[in-house]
C-alpha cells in the first residue's frame, strides 16, 4: 500500500437566481450556492481489491472495474486519471455522501462530481494547479450524463462558490463572481417531486425549435431580469429583486416548465409575505425560492 492519508472534500448545492432554462441558449443567468446543503467524497487508502465506488445513501458498492463512463462516479474518476496523465490508480475506496436532494434542482449530481473531483486531487496530491476552473471544467463534463446540453451555471457555481453572473458563450464562457450588498433571506420550498432536467431540457428545445420566435422572446425576457437583477442585488434592492423573481416566474411559466405544485408554493410564499418567488433549476418538480 502507498503510504497516503485518507482525505474528504465537499461541494455545495446550488439555486437558481434568475435565467434557468434561457441560460442554455446564451442568455445570462444568476445562481449561488446552497452552503448548509453539502455533498461530500472521503478516499480512503486500501491495501488491494482496486478502486471501489461506494455510495451507502444509494446502497450502490462497485468496483471501478466493472462500471463503465456511463456512470457519473466513474466517469469522474477516469476524468481525474486522463487529466493527471496516470497510468493507474491506487487503491482506494472513494465513498460519497450527500444531504442535497437528488432530482430536485438543487446540483447535487454537480456537487457530488466536484467534491470527488476535489478529494482525488488531494489524494493523488496532483502536481497541477488545482483550481475552481479546473474543477468546474471536469465536473461540466459529468454533467453532460445528468443534463444532456447543459448550459455549465450548475458545474461553475458549485466549484466556485459563491454567487456567479454566467453567460454560455464560445470560445469561453463569461464567469463572473460578484459580491452581494446585503444578505439575500431566501427560503426553499421542495414540491417532493423529483424531475429529470435533462427531459424538461430535451421539452424546451423541441418547444423552441417548434416556434424559435416566442421562445427566443422568452430567453430574451429572462436575460433581461438577469442583468437588470445583478444591479438590484449588489445594490440590496430586495423590492426589485422579488418583483423581478415575480416576472421571471411568469416567463418560467410561458415555457411551460413551472408545474401546478411549483405554482401553489410560489402563490403561498406571495400570500404569505414573500417580496418575490419563482421556482428554481429545471422545473416541473423540485423547489421554488421565496425572498422573504
Ligand atoms: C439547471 O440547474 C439549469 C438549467 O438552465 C439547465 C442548465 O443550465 O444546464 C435548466
Known sequence: MEDRTAVSASAPGKIILFGEHAVVYGRPAIAAPLTHVRATATIHPARDGGVIL?????????????????????????????????????????????????????????????????????????????????????TYEVEKIHHGTPSGIDNTVVAYERPVYFVRQTPQNLIETFSVQQPLHLLVGD????????????????????????????????????????????????EEIGRMMNQNHALLVDMTVSSPDLDRLVSTALDAGALGAKMSGGGRGGNMIALV
Do not use: H
Not at 478529494?119 to 474543477?135: H, K, M, R, S, Y
Not at 428545445?205 to 445583478?230: H, I, M, T, V
Open 54 to 138: 461506494a455510495a451507502p445513501d444509494l446502497g450502490v458498492r462497485q468496483n471501478l472495474a466493472n462500471v463503465g463512463t456511463e456512470d457519473a462516479l466513474a466517469l469522474t474518476v477516469q476524468q481525474v486519471l486522463i487529466a493527471a496523465g496516470l497510468q493507474r490508480l491506487p487503491d482506494m475506496t472513494i465513498t460519497v455522501t450527500s444531504d442535497i436532494p437528488i432530482a430536485a434542482g438543487l446540483g447535487s449530481g454537480a456537487a457530488i462530481t466536484a467534491a470527488t473531483t476535489r478529494a482525488l486531487a488531494q489524494f493523488l496530491e496532483l502536481d497541477i494547479p488545482v483550481t475552481d476552473g479546473w474543477i468546474s471544467d471536469l
Open 191 to 238: 414540491t417532493g417531486i423529483s424531475s429529470s432536467t435533462k427531459d424538461v431540457v430535451g421539452d424546451v428545445r423541441r418547444s423552441w425549435q417548434k416556434d424559435p420566435q416566442r421562445f427566443n422572446a422568452l430567453f430574451d425576457g429572462c436575460g433581461a431580469l438577469s442583468e437588470a437583477a445583478r444591479e438590484a442585488i449588489q445594490t440590496g434592492d430586495y
